[in-house]
């Protein structure tokens, strides 16, 4: 289910040499270079409607170059079709570019330490099995806590939450491959963001690197006070991109 950090770092690192990158265009969409595959991701709910995995949609065609809708209004989605400048998008990009380390708070258990930055929350809810995963670091010494929560952070796409080993100080991550999901999700009736996986580089508009990370999610609803990180508005607006998994 996930490795350790040092692995998704070399992930990273080979990525870049590989020449993916996502680059936010002012006021226009998401710029995707290297050939990054491109699929739909769906949320697989039990029967109490809990988040509990992931399970694979529509993959798409392999591109070397693509342009994704980031104001939400393209009648192509997922890509652009030059939408934003019909409605006048205001793609302002308003999250600090800051180190992850730097905006998370640190939640201590016996076996776990779990980070938490909250403004990165894209509400895919698979922190809340088993009395949340705040609740199940703090119970990390039976074993069986200690895997759920370390499941339940990996599962977590925005990578909002991140477990470390209490001892080595290291993150459990998951293995990712450079790639792009567009996530679906069924329970809410809702189309979720642009998921980067694997360390893809992203730039924003005015050329300032964010950090890169094992896993990001972007902003396609448009609506996002953090752009181009998803807030979770798409759950606000009703955000549908014409997918039929989430009208089951």
Not at 154 to 182: H, M, Y
């Amino acid at each position: 289910m996930s490795n350790k950090s040092g692995d998704y770092e070399d992930t990273a690192v080979a990525a870049e040499k590989a020449g993916f990158k996502v680059t936010v265009a002012k006021n226009g969409p998401y710029l995707v270079s290297g050939n990054l595959p491109l699929k739909k991701e769906i949320i697989v709910s039990d029967k109490d409607g809990e988040s509990v995995a992931w399970c694979d949609g529509e993959k798409y065609p392999d591109r070397d170059r693509y342009a994704l809708c980031r104001c939400g209004k393209s009648g192509s989605k997922p890509f652009c079709d030059g939408a934003h400048e019909d409605v006048g998008f205001d793609g302002n990009e308003m999250a600090a570019a800051v180190p992850y380390n730097k905006q998370a708070a640190a939640f201590d258990g016996p076996e776990l330490v779990l980070t938490d930055a909250q403004n990165l929350c894209a509400v895919t809810r698979f922190c809340h099995p088993g009395g949340g995963t705040w609740r199940l670091t703090q119970r990390s010494s039976d074993p069986e806590a200690k895997k759920q929560a370390i499941q339940e952070a990996c599962n977590c796409p925005s990578g909002r939450l991140v477990v470390w080993d209490r001892k080595t100080r290291q993150a459990f991550e998951p293995d990712f491959e450079p790639s792009i999901s567009l996530i679906e999700d069924p329970e809410k009736k809702v189309s979720g963001p642009i998921w980067l996986k694997g360390g893809i580089p992203l730039e924003s508009s005015s050329g300032t690197r964010y950090e890169t990370r094992n896993r990001v999610t972007l902003c396609r609803c448009g609506g996002s006070r953090n752009k181009p990180f998803c807030d979770g508005t798409h759950c606000e607006n009703g955000f549908d991109d014409g997918d039929e998994s989430i009208r089951k």
